[in-house]
């Protein structure tokens, strides 16, 4: 007999462990809106659950659905349901198994997205409707996102290839933002605020390249993440 197994997830790794999966008494659950939009129609709606969990409704939702064992497949960053699961799971006495790959930055902010490629970004994009984005993801990936020109500010390096890269994908001077960081927090909240934007796009560039201050400042002043994961 199989385990009934919760999901907790929402990630590449949560596709991965599915695709190694041969049982299909799982129930997945997603944090996001845009998870679960992705994962149900894979999976299908009565496999996947839109839900935030705390350690009571956690356990009563595996109390009420008979879950026998844990696994967490959540993006690193999301500490806070990890310590939730994991907590849960020596109350209960019932088995968890992390597959959260390592990283040395924590960020448990809920209108950080991850997404896994630029492909994914572009997909979401398109069904979205933000009004002033700033990219931050450096010149050569900016061919893909060519069809937001008009209302996209990209920062850049100051270095005269750097700059002709975009301006060769059609965005204009007033778009381009070129200097040397990493930036504080301070200064990415000042430009957020200065150009009215309300999505900011990185790479998960680490300490060094300053993205736990990008992090801070999309969380102060309120507006969408994207996280490129994996370029």
Do not use: W
């Not at 957020?192 to 201050?213: P, R, V």
């Amino acid at each position: 007999m199989f385990d009934k197994l919760l999901i907790l997830g929402g990630t590449s790794d949560t596709h991965r462990f599915l695709n190694s999966l041969e049982s299909d008494n799982f129930i997945i659950t997603v944090a996001t809106e845009y998870g679960y939009e992705q994962f149900s129609k894979k999976y299908g709606k009565d496999k996947v659950l839109f839900i935030k969990f705390d350690e009571a409704s956690l356990e009563k939702f595996i109390k009420e659905n008979k879950i026998t064992k844990i696994i967490d497949t959540t993006h690193p960053y999301a500490k806070v349901i990890t310590e939730t699961a994991l907590n849960v799971s020596k109350n209960l006495n019932i088995e968890y198994l992390s597959y959260v790959r390592d990283d040395d930055i924590n960020v448990d902010y809920e209108k950080a997205i991850f997404f896994s490629n630029r492909e994914e970004v572009i997909t979401f994009l398109k069904e979205k409707d933000f009004r002033r984005i700033l990219f931050t993801i450096g010149s050569k990936m900016m061919k893909d996102f060519a069809f937001l020109k008009d209302k996209a500010y990209v920062r850049v390096l100051p270095f005269e290839n750097s700059i002709y890269e975009v301006r060769k994908y059609g965005f204009d001077y007033d778009k381009i933002i070129a200097m040397q960081g990493p930036f504080s927090k301070d200064f990415n909240v000042a430009l957020i605020k200065e150009l009215k934007i309300d999505l900011l796009i990185t790479k998960k560039s680490g300490k060094a390249g300053g993205f736990k201050e990008k992090i801070e400042a999309c969380e102060e002043t309120g507006i969408y993440c994207i996280v490129i994961d994996n370029e």
